[in-house]
């Protein structure tokens, strides 16, 4: 059985506004948290070590750079072909990730698409493929940030 480290609030706390803001002072959580600068380091080296908190990153938002739908797929297809539909569906563009999963759909996607428009022309593109059954959409509707880490977030043009 796994073990799992022990968090208390002020390591929720800690999580809670490096969510935020990444690069945020450890004087002004301790601050927050009525507590030590030294405990808050010590405690988020603790969380490093324990493998909780991993590095640290940026977030983006499509609609910044002139992307107006996120949407997720769920895509079904027999078993035995789902790594062939997966390199299928990653070589299109929109697509920032794309993962084997369990449920009613064995493959998940994200797109980041120009408009809802495209939508669908991504959703018939994935139906043709001839080891698929079903493909499920849905959009997206609030702020979305992307943590390029975790997506191939290719949208951002070169000068």
């Known amino acids: 059985?796994?073990?799992?480290a022990n968090i208390d609030e002020i390591d929720v706390r800690i999580i809670r506004?490096?969510?935020?803001?990444?690069?945020?002072?450890?004087?002004?959580?301790?601050?927050?948290?009525?507590?030590?600068?030294?405990?808050?380091?010590k405690r988020f080296k603790r969380m490093k070590r324990n493998g909780i908190a991993r590095g640290t990153?940026?977030?983006l938002n499509p609609r910044s750079f002139g992307y107006d739908c996120v949407s997720s797929f769920g895509i079904r297809v027999d078993h035995l072909h789902v790594g062939e539909v997966i390199d299928f569906?990653?070589?299109?563009?929109?697509?920032?990730?794309?993962?084997?999963s369990l449920g009613r759909?064995?493959?998940?996607?994200?797109?980041?698409?120009?408009?809802?428009?495209?939508?669908?022309?991504?959703?018939?593109?994935?139906k043709r493929h001839p080891k698929v059954g079903e493909v499920?959409?849905?959009i997206w509707v609030d702020e979305t940030q992307l943590c390029p880490e975790n997506f191939e977030f290719q949208h951002i043009k070169k000068k």
Request: net charge negative; proline share 4%.
């Open 1 to 4: 059985m796994p073990s799992f």
């Open 17 to 41: 506004a490096l969510q935020k803001d990444a690069r945020a002072n450890f004087s002004h959580i301790a601050k927050d948290c009525g507590v030590s600068t030294d405990t808050i380091s």
């Open 57 to 59: 990153t940026v977030l």
């Open 89 to 100: 569906v990653d070589e299109l563009p929109e697509i920032v990730f794309c993962t084997p």
């Open 105 to 126: 759909h064995n493959i998940f996607a994200i797109a980041v698409l120009k408009d809802v428009g495209r939508l669908e022309q991504v959703k018939e593109h994935i």
């Open 136 to 138: 499920m959409t849905s």
